[in-house]
Structure formats: C-alpha cells, structure tokens
T-cell receptor, first 115, second 114 residues
Framework: SAVISQKPSRDICQRGTSLTIQCQVD?????MFWYRQQPGQSLTLIAT?????????ESGFVIDKFPISRPNLTFSTLTVSNMSPEDSSIYLC????????????FGQGTRLTVV | GENVEQHPSTLSVQEGDSAVIKCTYS??????FPWYKQELGKGPQLIID?????GEKKDQRIAVTLNKTAKHFSLHITETQPEDSAVYFC?????????????FGAGTRLAVHP
C-alpha cells in the first residue's frame, strides 16, 4: 500500500497568482500522477511525472500552466500558474503500486478556490 | 482514445436494498476496470477491480461483472448500509509504459437512506 500526503489541503487564492501543491509518498515509486477534479465532476489526468525526466502532459494541459517537479522517488510538486476562477478544482496526487495486486492510491486532494 | 460513460449520475436506495452502477467503455484494448469510492473531503479509494480475463469478481457485499463483448461492466452492492453513501467512479485502462492510465467515468452519487 501507499500513504500519500498532500499540502495544502485547501487554499483560497487571488487570480493571477500561483500555488504550488506538494505530494509526499511513504514509499519510493517510479510514476506519480496528477489529476484535476472540477466541482462535482470526474477525475481528469493532468500529467504523469517520472523521477529525473520531464513530466508527460495530457491533451489540454501544458507545462507553462501546470509545471511539475519530481526531484526524487517520494516527492512531487504541481504548480497552478497565473490562476483564474476556472482553475478552482480539487487537485489530486496519485501513485500506482505493483505487487500481488496493482492498485492506484490517491492523496486526499487539495481544494483550490480562485477568487 | 478511451471514453468511459457511467450511469446513473445519482442513485438513492433504502438501507438493505441493492445498488447497481453501470459503465461502458470504448477502447477494446482496455483490460483493467477498477471501481473507486470517494467520500467527502477524501481521495478516491479502490474498492474492487476486475481484469478482462475474468467475467465476475466478488468481495463480500460488493461484486463487479464484465462483459467484454458489449464493453460494459457493472458494480453491484448488496445489503446497502448508510456508510456506503459516497460517490463511486468506474475507470478503464490498459497497461502502457508500465503503468495503467486510468480513464474515469463521471461518477455516481449513491445515497443510502436508513
């Protein structure tokens, strides 16, 4: 299993500013994933982050808007840049653990409100 | 790419009744179908999953069925309890680059009334 800690758990930010979300895992993992969950909606994958290389972004998401760092095998950050009210969402960090059972684990999420 | 549709969007049942949530997927290459439960203020948590070489899987009150030909899979919860109230998401994926890229359904908000 994996325990994922995200910081902050919630924040209210002014438009035009940036917020960096931290994700800490209690075990070493190759891939970390960042999702966005808009209010009352499903989860959409933003990007996958592999340690030591640039993140791979999904269609509709760009590095300038959502820069990601992955300095080691247990930590990653997602920055939401130049925020607008449309960025108000829950952002979730996830890892996949392979063992007897392959399972994705999620952090509790960061609830972001942009005003 | 993969597209997952989930129905219903909301489901209200009486305690003790059964609840069924259905999903369809589009990509025949998908071979892994997990179900997640998300409670308020928490991240999704895996409750059951099924792979394409299996037609049905059961874990206590929860079961999942898969019809590969029709490209649909369903979650069945029997003897529902108030603590089953949550949002449930289905997902579909195939292994790519060593990991599962999960495509989620829109979610079902389940309310179990005492």
């Amino acid at each position: 299993s994996a325990v994922i800690s995200q910081k902050p758990s919630r924040d209210i930010c002014q438009r035009g500013t940036s917020l960096t979300i931290q994700c800490q895992v209690d075990s070493q993992v190759t891939m970390m994933f960042w999702y966005r969950q808009q209010p009352g909606q499903s989860l959409t994958l933003i990007a996958t982050a592999n340690q030591g290389s640039e993140a791979t972004y999904e269609s509709g998401f760009v590095i300038d808007k959502f820069p990601i760092s992955r300095p080691n095998l247990t930590f990653s950050t997602l920055t939401v840049s130049n925020m607008s009210p449309e960025d108000s969402s829950i952002y979730l960090c996830s890892v996949e653990i392979h063992g007897a059972r392959t399972e994705a684990f999620f952090g509790q999420g960061t609830r972001l409100t942009v005003v | 790419g993969e597209n997952v549709e989930q129905h219903p969007s909301t489901l209200s049942v009486q305690e003790g009744d059964s609840a069924v949530i259905k999903c369809t997927y589009s990509d025949s290459a998908s071979n892994y179908f997990p179900w997640y439960k998300q409670e308020l203020g928490k991240g999704p948590q895996l409750i059951i999953d099924i792979r394409s070489n299996v037609g049905e899987k059961k874990d206590q009150r929860i079961a999942v069925t898969l019809n590969k030909t029709a490209k649909h899979f369903s979650l069945h919860i029997t003897e529902t309890q108030p603590e089953d109230s949550a949002v449930y998401f289905c997902a579909a994926s195939s292994l790519s680059g060593g990991y599962n890229k999960l495509i989620f359904g829109a979610g079902t908000r389940l309310a179990v009334h005492p």
